[in-house]
Structures are given as structure tokens and as C-alpha cells.
């Protein structure tokens, strides 16, 4: 049972309407966050009406703002931002849904001035716009506003998405949309294509950079960016209608060979119940040159994989994944081969498997696909035979590898801790001075449950030759005992 002092909802019940108001109003002295959160909720208790003039007021206090917002006080403003959008969503539009779309566009509206005068690098603010995007989409479909004049938003939202804040738009909005919006919303973009960007006296144009064929223009620049703007747009009407066709027609025919393209093309093709001429796409595609190196083009990949399937070429896919496999070692592929085989014949091919990656050109590679499978015993037989290539700086998998091995493979567990320490100790990473000497200790702690080193240093001859090699390196001896 929580105690009475426990802060919980039914606790701070017990203390009164009164003195739970006076302790607000003195926690909210000084704290403007706070006392914006609370005449939002007054403004709710009243009515929607009133929280919806209360976030009106302070979006447009926000769209006024031109401070610089830091990384220290990012956090700050995405929560501010974020209670205005909650607002809209759980409280103003339960009774009003046109003033809650509207107010989501204005809210929206926001996002060009909120990015200009802020540091975002970690995607904090721009998630919560990316939740507003989705809002739109809930919002419009419970709101009365007409397809088209829903169309014509979209479309000037689409066209000012400088900061990519209306990704996915169009795909959140189709419902509400209707056939009768998405071709209105055509319509708009077609004629934005066929509109030409101003283009300034040629003493007026500005440069903007060089390139091989001579000086870069600003109008260039522009009439670009409007063209892929439109054609991404087109591809995401045809997606939300389920039209290939207008999908594919948005690229050329040398586009349409880019192997990722492709794949994208075939799904929809794929999705149309097209095989045939899913497959034809995917194989027209323009791989590397021969010589280069062979990693697979794994959109490209699965999707030919599931076209051939499609079509009933079991033994065709089957051999695509097995390839997948062989040439990146994909553990995603080895699972779906596997799981096709009949029985036994399952257990025989995942020993190849594990055959091929133990003699894997490359091994931290072949490493990791072991210690995640599991196949411990494989991966401890990797790092004993190949303890001379790992690569100490490699400790993303030879950390993970050492912690796998430790219980049941002590001496291949050191081996991978001994090239960390080793990498470190000889580039003099001194950042990395703690870890070596976790590593260190954890090397002798392993050491008593090692019988047999198989031709390598024992612990005692290791951490000798260390001392001997790296004595002066006091600042990596004072960490241990």
C-alpha cells in the first residue's frame, strides 16, 4: 500500500481544491511554462471555444518570436509546442472539429519560423510537427470543409515544404480527400509544372555556385526543386488512388534502371497483382559495373524476391535469398531460406551456412553474424583462428563478441578483449583508457577458467609484455590495482 505522502493523483485529492490552488499559483510564480499550461486548462474548463481563442493567442505569440533558441532550450519549446497541439486534438476538437483543423494549420504555419530560429539537430521540435502532419489527417476527415477547398491546403502546404515539415501529407489527408479532392489536388500540381519560375534579366541572375557546364543559377535551382516537388506529389496521389501507371509515368525510361527505383516501381506493380511486369522492371535495372563490389541492392533484391514468388519460381527466390546470404551475410535471408527447406534438410544448410561465413572475407562481418544467430561454437572458433586480423577499433562487435563468448569460450572472449586493448594501447586512444582497462581485468578474470591458451600468451606472459611495452603509459596503469 503507497504511503500518504506518495505523490499520486488520489494523495493530492486529500489536501483540498483550496491549498492545491494556492500551491499551484506559488509553483507557477516565475515559471511562465507553467502558468501558460494553466490558463489553458481554465480556458478548457470553460469551454472549447475559449482553450481554442487561449492556443490561437499563443501560436501567434510563437510566430511573433524571433529568439534564438539553443540546444539547451530546445526541449522547452517542443513542449510548448506540443501542449498547443494536444490542446487542439484532445479538447477543442471534440466539439469542434473545423476550428480544430483550422487551428492545426495555423499551428502548422508555425513550422518555417520555429526552424529558423532554432538548433533541431536532434529532431526534437520537428517530431512534434511530424504528429501534427498525422493530426492533420484524423482532423480533416472529421471536419466539413469540401474535398477540393481540403485540396487547395494541401497543395499550397505541399508546395511551401521547405523544411520537409509536410512529409507525408498527401498519403495522411487521402481519406478525407476522397477521388474527387486527389483530382483536384492533380490538377493543381500539373498546372504548377507547366507554370514557368520568373527568370530575371540575365545581368540580374543570381550565382549560386559552378559546375562543369558553367555558372549555377538561383532560378535553376528553383525550377528544379518545383519540378521534383510536383513529382513527388504526383507519386503520392497515384499511391493513395493504387495507380501504377501514373506512378511509374512520373520517371524517365534511363530512371527507371536505377536498381532502388526499381524495386519501388515493382511494388506497386506487385501490389496491382502485376508480376510479370514487376520482374521485367527489376531486371531491366543497371547494376555495377563487374569487377565492383558485389554488396546486394537489398530493396532490389527482396523485391525480385517476392515478384519471383509471386509467380510461383519457388526454386528461383529460393536461390535469390541464398544469394543475399552469400554475398552479405544477411540473417534475414539465411531465416527465410531456412524456413522453406523440407525438414533436416534445413539443419544441413544452416551448417554451410555457418561454414561460408566462418571463411568470410570479411570477419568482423562474419563475427557478428555468429554471436547474433547464436553460433557461439563457430564464433569462438572464428576468433581463434583469425585472432590476427580483428581489428581492435572494431569494438562495436568485439565488445558484443567478448560478452556473447565470456560464459562458455574464455579464451576466445580474451582474444577479442586482447585486440581491443592492443589497438588501444598502440595508437595511444586515451579516451578509451578505462575501457582497456575494464577489458584488462575482465582478461584475468576469464584467465581462471582457461585450461588450455592453444598456443597463445597466457594472462600473466600478456600482461607482462604490456607492462614492458607500455610502462611509461601511467595514465593507463593508474586505473588498475
Partial sequence: ???????????????????????????????????????????????????????????????????????????????????????????????????????????MALAGPVFDRCDDSNGIVASVFDDAVNDLGTLAQRATAGPEVLASQVFAAVVANDYGQFDGLIAVTAPALGKAGLQHLKRQMVELSKRPVPRPPEKDRQKIGWASSGPIYADEIAERSRLTTVRLALQEIADAEGDADAFI??????????????????????????????????????????????????????????????????????QARWSCFERALSAEHLRAYLQRLPDFDDVEAEQRAFDHAQHFAERHAALSFLVSWPALDRAATLVTTRAAELDGNRYEVLN???????????????????AMIDFTLSKARTSRYRHAARHLRDCAGLATGITDYAGCETHAAYEARLRQQYGRTRSFWSLLP
Fill in 1 to 107: 500500500m503507497a504511503a500518504k505522502t506518495t505523490l499520486n493523483a488520489k494523495n493530492l485529492e486529500a489536501l483540498g481544491a483550496a491549498r492545491l490552488a494556492a500551491l499551484l499559483i506559488e509553483i507557477s510564480t516565475g515559471d511562465a511554462a507553467t502558468k501558460r499550461r494553466l490558463r489553458m486548462a481554465l480556458a478548457g474548463a470553460q469551454s472549447p471555444a475559449d482553450l481554442a481563442r487561449e492556443v490561437r493567442k499563443r501560436i501567434a505569440t510563437i510566430a511573433r518570436s524571433g529568439s534564438f533558441v539553443d540546444g539547451s532550450g530546445i526541449r522547452a519549446l517542443a513542449k510548448d509546442l506540443d501542449a498547443q497541439r494536444r490542446a487542439i486534438t484532445d479538447t477543442v476538437a471534440k466539439s469542434g472539429p473545423d476550428d480544430a483543423l483550422d487551428l492545426m494549420w495555423r499551428f
Fill in 249 to 318: 509515368a512520373q520517371y524517365d525510361s534511363k530512371t527507371r534502371k536505377v536498381p532502388k527505383i526499381a524495386a519501388s516501381i515493382a511494388r506497386r506493380l506487385l501490389d496491382a497483382g502485376r508480376a510479370e511486369e514487376a520482374l521485367a522492371a527489376l531486371d531491366a535495372a543497371e547494376h555495377r559495373k563487374p569487377g565492383e563490389f558485389d554488396w546486394p541492392e537489398f530493396d532490389w533484391e527482396n523485391a525480385r524476391i517476392d515478384a519471383l514468388d509471386a509467380l510461383g519460381r519457388a526454386d528461383d527466390a529460393q
Fill in 400 to 418: 558484443q563478441a567478448a560478452d556473447a563468448l565470456a560464459a562458455k569460450y574464455p579464451l576466445a572472449a580474451t582474444l577479442a578483449l586482447r
